[in-house]
């Protein structure tokens, strides 16, 4: 706080609202809640990973929400805390031993590097699982280069680890797992597909309807403001100018062109998931706020080039 003059508070934004720029805050270890305003606003909440669980639930991310933890398949633990995830590591360890010692079957949907790693770590530390791996498109890996999935596919083959490809999990199916080797089912499922929204803080209003995980994704312009449904800025100065943005894993990934289907001619074509265009559009969005700073604080029109300061 005092090298780079920011204030920290450790606690969860349960209400964002941007008319009068404010959030509603649940401190640690406080009962009421907190209101502080601000100027600007960047909102970079991530998202969850457990794409068929209500509050996107995944082992590889901990439950840290308010309106989640109680309905969580861990209550008992408190995740926000390091102690609370160790436990939880601990507990999951003692189950997967349990399973290696009856030599149980397991099956790990989605082989993208989430679920090659956890199943090949599996197999490692664990080697009387019975393993197996699933994804819907016609290779492991599919973001990476053909070399990089052969190798691991390879490894996968010798370490006696089956996979299925161009194969999506539907586990209603009374076929489905019969066509994997499976006829009974698995003894133990892990999920490692998809996203899903965690963005309970936000108004219904500035949410998507549609999108990865059934919706719920911050909508923006192609400023990264947060706007509305109704494709209006949703928290503006008097000048219009937008004083919230949203960047990484918690917006909706693209702006839509309704009257075009091709997805690359518009504004900003869908983009993934991943940790490297959030930061890119954190440059965006404080340099966009930089502007409105000139703008608005200090009377500024230009820059120091000359050139009018648009957004």
């Given at each position: 706080?005092g090298?780079m003059?920011c204030k920290?508070i450790?606690?969860e934004?349960?209400?964002l ?10 401190p ?10 601000f100027d600007?606003?960047?909102?970079a909440?991530?998202c ?5 669980h209500k509050?996107?639930?995944?082992l590889?991310f ?18 926000r ?11 999951e ?5 349990d399973?290696n010692?009856k030599?149980a079957s ?5 082989a993208?590097f ?7 770590e599996l ?5 009387n699982?019975?393993?197996t ?5 016609p290779q ?19 370490h ?9 999990y ?5 076929n489905?797992?019969?066509s ?7 003894d133990k ?6 996203v ?5 803080f936000?108004p219904?209003e500035?949410l998507?309807?549609?999108?990865p995980?059934?919706?719920?994704w911050?909508?923006?312009?192609t400023?990264?403001a947060v706007?509305?449904r109704e494709?209006k800025?949703w928290s ?5 100018y937008?004083r919230?943005?949203?960047i ?7 702006v ?10 518009w504004p ?29 604080f ?11 300061i648009?957004?």
């Amino acid at each position: 706080e005092g090298r780079m003059a920011c204030k920290i508070i450790w606690g969860e934004v349960t209400e964002l609202d941007g008319q009068e720029r404010t959030a509603t805050i649940q401190p640690m270890f406080v009962k009421d809640k907190e209101v502080i305003d601000f100027d600007f606003c960047i909102i970079a909440a991530g998202c969850n990973f457990g794409v068929f669980h209500k509050w996107g639930e995944s082992l590889w991310f901990p439950t840290i929400h308010e309106k989640a933890r109680p309905e969580g398949s861990w209550p008992h633990l408190d995740e926000r805390f390091l102690e609370g995830r160790r436990r939880h590591i601990f507990e999951e360890y003692k189950a997967i031993g349990d399973l290696n010692a009856k030599n149980a079957s397991v099956l790990v949907v989605g082989a993208g590097f989430i679920g090659v790693e956890w199943i090949t770590e599996l197999q490692h530390f664990f080697p009387n699982l019975k393993l197996t791996i699933i994804d819907a498109l016609p290779q492991c890996l599919g973001p990476l280069p053909a070399n990089a999935a052969t190798y691991c596919s390879k490894y996968m083959q010798r370490h006696g680890i089956k996979e299925y490809y161009n194969l999506k999990y539907n586990p209603k199916d009374t076929n489905f797992y019969g066509s994997i080797g499976l006829p009974g089912g698995a003894d133990k499922e892990y999920v490692c597909i998809g996203v899903k929204a965690s963005n309970y803080f936000m108004p219904e209003e500035t949410l998507s309807k549609f999108g990865p995980g059934g919706g719920g994704w911050i909508l923006m312009d192609t400023t990264l403001a947060v706007k509305t449904r109704e494709g209006k800025a949703w928290s503006t100065d008097e000048q219009g100018y937008a004083r919230i943005y949203a960047i990484g894993d918690c917006n909706y990934g693209c702006v839509e062109e309704p009257s075009e289907k091709d997805f690359a001619k518009w504004p900003i074509p869908p983009i993934p998931k991943i940790s490297y265009p959030g930061e890119e559009e954190a440059i965006v969005a404080i340099r966009n706020i930089e502007k409105v700073d000139k703008l608005v604080f200090r009377g500024l029109k230009t820059t120091h080039m000359g050139y009018p300061i648009e957004l």
